[in-house]
């Protein structure tokens, strides 16, 4: 008989870790003054890109979706700093809802089903590195994956019947515009707050600072 065991992938994967399930007090606190902050940029960028994408869509059909990047900035930098499963989907949502409140364009329930799709997109990627890699290129690819959602999530709801080269342009735009806006400025600002001790309660803080 082969007594040997195999380790489940899923604790190889380390997602059997209680510390990334386990939300404490300050968690909730530190995530949910990060989704309103955030709210508030998204508020601001409700109006700000109205511009942009005025000199944008006439060049090339399908190219706003380089603006969509600040929109996805709050799970990503969420997840970065907190380092725990669900805070991407709770932060984004949390902004989101705070947008949706204030008024956005788009309409309440919209725009907050947007900051869920938007969240997921970015959950999905800390979930594939088992919430144990945060380094530049899972932030970019978080901030790609939240735009990929979140894109596909226009396609259906705003861009129906759009023909395949805007459908690709859009996509190629907005996933390019996550990873950049939302990956690299949101690890870039993750590190930033980290470097004031501002979140040296969180693996996140006390890993940067050990550094400097």
């Not at 994956?145 to 396609?155: E, K, T, V, Y």
Request: aromatic share 10%; hydrophobic share 55%; with cysteine.
């Amino acid at each position: 008989m082969n007594t040997s065991t195999r380790t489940p992938a899923i604790t190889r994967t380390g997602l059997r870790r209680p510390e990334i399930w386990r939300w404490r007090i300050v968690d909730i606190v530190v995530a949910s003054v990060l989704g309103v902050a955030c709210g508030f940029l998204f508020l601001a960028w409700n109006v700000g890109y109205l511009g942009p994408k005025a000199l944008l869509e006439p060049l090339l059909p399908g190219m706003q979706g380089l603006l969509d990047g600040p929109w996805l900035i709050a799970g990503v930098l969420g997840g970065l700093i907190i380092r725990k499963a669900g805070v991407a989907i709770y932060v984004e949502t949390i902004a989101a809802v705070v947008s949706a409140l204030a008024g956005a364009q788009w309409g309440g329930f919209l725009t907050i089903e947007a900051g869920l799709v938007q969240g997921l997109g970015a959950e999905l990627i800390f979930l594939l590195f088992a919430y144990r890699v945060w380094k530049l290129p899972v932030a970019m690819l978080a901030g790609a994956g939240s735009a990929l959602l979140g894109g596909i999530n226009n396609l259906i709801l705003w861009f129906a019947g759009a023909d395949i080269t805007f459908t690709a342009i859009y996509l190629i735009s907005t996933v390019v515009s996550g990873a950049v806006l939302a990956g690299a400025l949101g690890w870039a600002l993750a590190r930033g707050i980290a470097a004031t001790g501002a979140l040296d309660r969180f693996g996140s803080g006390r890993e940067v600072r050990a550094r400097v």
